[in-house]
């Protein structure tokens, strides 16, 4: 089950760039719903759920275009599939899977499985459909130099624009600094790993990497990276001439914030360790006392039964 459960949060940050399979569909039963720059298909019985995400998907367009520097466009599809076999159509691959949405950015083309077939919150089908709409955005900004984005920057600017961080990716980079070390970005530059475990510390890394950049570059220099890429300078290079230094003393400056944030010490000094133990701690005094008042009572029946004794003796 929990590998179900991780595959179904894994499978919701993919992207697929492919289209070979999206020629021919054909459109799924229902109706649809225009927004200023979504056409939304939906299976009937998921009128209210398709209109009342309308004003949020595009708040997120517009916001995630601002930042990517690109100008808002029309003409982008989101398809809400209630059944395995309507999400099929669009990419057989992933029929089966317990991927629960994907993007096909070069047809401008959302597929999700609805809350109630991927067995997920509407919290987080929105979260999906923001993480898809980032793919979406980036890939349209960096325009026909979508080969010069790197794989880890389009999903870890996917996940910080749906807040997809969870605490399994917080004990991911735990496990990465107490026994192994971080994957290269040079090796999840064009696919992720397909494990479980190794695909889900790509997408902590890639997030973690993305907010260190956000936080270190200035505003205008990290929003200046997508129009370098649209422009064919790779991303690497770019950021090499901002921080002056190779990228791979990039890499270790990174590590060390990791380090210092995730480590053994930062973690039995954070405050949810210190309010977890205070909570244990008095749990624990709760029961002592508990035990002490029942062992009173206990022994306060003992002298009941004593002095009823002796009272029964005296007066019998
Ligand atoms: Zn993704």
Redesign the pocket.
């Given at each position: 089950m929990k590998n179900a459960k991780l595959l179904l949060i894994v499978g919701?940050?993919?992207?697929v760039s492919a289209v070979a399979h999206s020629q021919n569909v054909t459109v799924m039963p229902g109706q649809s719903h225009q927004t200023a720059h979504f056409l939304i298909h939906y299976p009937r019985p998921l009128e209210g759920l398709a209109r009342s995400i309308a004003g949020t998907l595009e708040i997120a367009f517009l916001t995630t275009c601002n930042q990517m520097g690109t100008r808002p466009f029309g003409d982008n599809v989101i398809y809400i599939c209630d059944s395995d076999s309507d999400f099929r159509q669009f990419h057989p691959s992933v029929g089966d899977s317990w991927i629960t949405g994907?993007?096909i950015p070069m047809k401008r083309k959302i597929v999700v499985r609805s809350p109630s077939l991927a067995k997920t919150t509407r919290e987080q089908f929105i979260k999906t459909l923001r993480?898809?709409i980032?793919?979406l955005v980036l890939h349209h900004a960096v325009g026909k130099n979508v080969r010069l984005l790197p794989r880890w920057f389009?999903?870890g600017m996917?996940?910080i624009n749906a807040g997809q961080w969870e605490w399994l990716d917080s004990w991911s980079l735990f496990q990465m600094v107490i026994f192994s070390d971080p994957l290269p970005f040079s090796a999840i530059r064009d696919a992720f790993p397909s494990g479980a475990s190794e695909a889900r510390l790509a997408y902590a890394q890639s997030y973690n990497f993305c907010l260190f950049l956000q936080t270190t570059l200035k505003k205008q220099q990290f929003e200046a990276l997508v129009a370098g890429m649209r422009s064919g300078i790779p991303l690497g290079t770019q950021l090499e001439r901002l921080f002056g230094v190779p990228f791979a003393k990039i890499e270790k400056v990174w590590y060390e914030r990791v380090r210092d944030r995730y480590g053994v010490y930062p973690f039995l000094t954070s405050a949810g360790v210190f309010w977890f133990l205070l909570t244990i701690l008095m749990l624990v005094a709760y029961a002592r006392k508990r035990r002490a008042a029942r062992e009173r009572l206990a022994e306060m029946e003992a002298e009941d039964e004593f002095i009823d004794h002796v009272l029964d003796g005296k007066y019998h």
């Amino acid at each position: 089950m929990k590998n179900a459960k991780l595959l179904l949060i894994v499978g919701a940050l993919v992207v697929v760039s492919a289209v070979a399979h999206s020629q021919n569909v054909t459109v799924m039963p229902g109706q649809s719903h225009q927004t200023a720059h979504f056409l939304i298909h939906y299976p009937r019985p998921l009128e209210g759920l398709a209109r009342s995400i309308a004003g949020t998907l595009e708040i997120a367009f517009l916001t995630t275009c601002n930042q990517m520097g690109t100008r808002p466009f029309g003409d982008n599809v989101i398809y809400i599939c209630d059944s395995d076999s309507d999400f099929r159509q669009f990419h057989p691959s992933v029929g089966d899977s317990w991927i629960t949405g994907f993007a096909i950015p070069m047809k401008r083309k959302i597929v999700v499985r609805s809350p109630s077939l991927a067995k997920t919150t509407r919290e987080q089908f929105i979260k999906t459909l923001r993480h898809e709409i980032s793919h979406l955005v980036l890939h349209h900004a960096v325009g026909k130099n979508v080969r010069l984005l790197p794989r880890w920057f389009d999903e870890g600017m996917a996940m910080i624009n749906a807040g997809q961080w969870e605490w399994l990716d917080s004990w991911s980079l735990f496990q990465m600094v107490i026994f192994s070390d971080p994957l290269p970005f040079s090796a999840i530059r064009d696919a992720f790993p397909s494990g479980a475990s190794e695909a889900r510390l790509a997408y902590a890394q890639s997030y973690n990497f993305c907010l260190f950049l956000q936080t270190t570059l200035k505003k205008q220099q990290f929003e200046a990276l997508v129009a370098g890429m649209r422009s064919g300078i790779p991303l690497g290079t770019q950021l090499e001439r901002l921080f002056g230094v190779p990228f791979a003393k990039i890499e270790k400056v990174w590590y060390e914030r990791v380090r210092d944030r995730y480590g053994v010490y930062p973690f039995l000094t954070s405050a949810g360790v210190f309010w977890f133990l205070l909570t244990i701690l008095m749990l624990v005094a709760y029961a002592r006392k508990r035990r002490a008042a029942r062992e009173r009572l206990a022994e306060m029946e003992a002298e009941d039964e004593f002095i009823d004794h002796v009272l029964d003796g005296k007066y019998h």
